[in-house]
């Protein structure tokens, strides 16, 4: 079952959390659906520690979920950002901005 620390979608905690590239990325990268932390390190050619500190990050700012399946994690779009992407689009509607993710070049 996923776990969630917010109870509510908070516009400038996000902002805050997908202003770093990193971060930034790995939510571009939960946008094609579940992943494990081992995939998503491969991917962005980052560390174990490094991806979990920036895993924690988006956690807590209530934009990703993760769920524990045996020795794995996988992590998750938090249904709360995913009901404010615009249907059919990588846009991210916070209300105050909106985020264009297929429109930012790759970090």
Known sequence: MPRSRRVH???????RALGEPTRFALVRSLL??????????????????????????????????????S?????????AFRTRMKPGTQTLDLGCCQ???DQFEEA
Do not use: W
């Not at 390190?41 to 399946?69: D, Q």
């Open 9 to 15: 979608f908070d516009c400038l905690t996000a902002m």
């Open 99 to 101: 985020f264009h993710l």
């Open 71 to 79: 020795q794995q994690r996988v992590y998750s779009l938090a249904e």
């Open 32 to 69: 094609g659906g579940p992943r494990c932390v081992n995939d998503l390190c491969e991917e962005l050619s980052a560390t174990p520690y490094n991806a979990s500190k920036h895993l924690r990050v988006l956690r807590e700012a209530g934009l990703i979920e993760v769920e524990k399946h």
